[in-house]
């Protein structure tokens, strides 16, 4: 199975921007639909952006436009690119990953998970 670890999180002020990092180890990611979701304190997790293992990409609503998922098979790697942060997108950000459901955005659909990394928007 694989295993996930999540790398990036920090503080940074609104309108800043940060990249997050999935890096995989004990099988190829390539085969694998990869997610990132978030969990603010208080709230439920929440799918943030997908990608399949084609390469096809999906984003709620809330990040579209300002986030850009992309994989490198290469390196093993899923990455967040996250731009325009505002306040509201602090939370615990966690990679997973699946091999059944290309387009999953719920989190039943995910077998593997990381441990997370937080991320942190001061106004």
């Known amino acids: 199975q694989v295993q996930l670890v999540e790398s990036g999180g920090g503080l940074v002020q609104a309108g800043g921007s940060l990249r997050l990092s999935c890096a995989a180890s004990?099988?190829?990611?390539?085969?694998?639909?990869v997610a990132w979701f978030r969990q603010a304190p208080g709230k439920e997790r929440e799918f943030v952006a997908a990608?399949?293992?084609?390469?096809?990409?999906y984003y709620a609503d809330s990040v579209k436009g300002r986030f850009t998922i992309s994989r490198d098979n290469t390196k093993n790697t899923v990455y967040l690119q996250m731009n325009s942060l505002k306040p509201e997108d602090t939370a615990l950000y966690a990679c997973?990953?699946?091999?059944?459901?290309?387009?999953?955005?719920?989190?039943?659909?995910?077998?593997?998970w990381g441990q997370g990394t937080q991320v942190t928007v001061s106004s």
């Open positions: 990608i399949s293992w084609s390469f096809n990409t």
């Open positions: 997973a990953a699946n091999l059944k459901f290309p387009r999953g955005t719920e989190s039943r659909e995910y077998d593997y």
């Open positions: 004990g099988r190829t990611v390539s085969a694998y639909n």
